[in-house]
């Protein structure tokens, strides 16, 4: 069994940053396509970045491009996102995703629906 688990979440004030990591507790993640996606409350689940087994594909959202960086520890297997200029509208569950088929075309596609392993979440609260 994949078992994601998310870290790195907390509190900041905006315009802070945050680092916000993915490990697998059981098999490496260094096979797969893996997605970032958040939930606010009242609102709809979103992705927010993706990054291909390879680190060779990218993409992000449209409210993130050029604030939020995703990258891949390929010796350990652990997926990092870098958020800056944190806004509070970034406040949000964060979770983690791994595409286990392929579905997601290597981040050309950036679904949740193509991910198949979810982890349990990290609060991630901009505010003053």
């Known amino acids: 069994q994949l078992q994601l688990v998310e870290s790195g979440g907390g509190l900041v004030q905006p315009g802070g940053s945050l680092r916000l990591s993915c490990a697998s507790s059981?098999?490496?993640?260094?096979?797969?396509?893996i997605g970032w996606f958040r939930q606010a409350p009242g609102k709809e689940r979103e992705g927010v970045s993706c990054i291909s087994s390879n680190g060779g594909s990218t993409n992000f959202a449209d409210s993130v491009m050029g604030r939020f960086f995703i990258s891949r520890d390929h010796a350990k297997g652990t997926v990092y996102l870098q958020m800056n200029s944190l806004k509070p509208e970034d406040t949000a569950v964060y979770y983690c995703?791994?595409?286990?088929?392929?579905?997601?075309?290597?981040?050309?596609?950036?679904?949740?629906?193509?991910?198949?392993?979810w982890g349990q979440g990290t609060q991630v609260t901009v505010s003053s």
């Open positions: 059981g098999s490496t993640l260094s096979y797969y396509t």
């Open positions: 995703a791994a595409d286990l088929y392929g579905s997601s075309r290597h981040c050309i596609g950036f679904h949740d629906s193509d991910f198949n392993s």
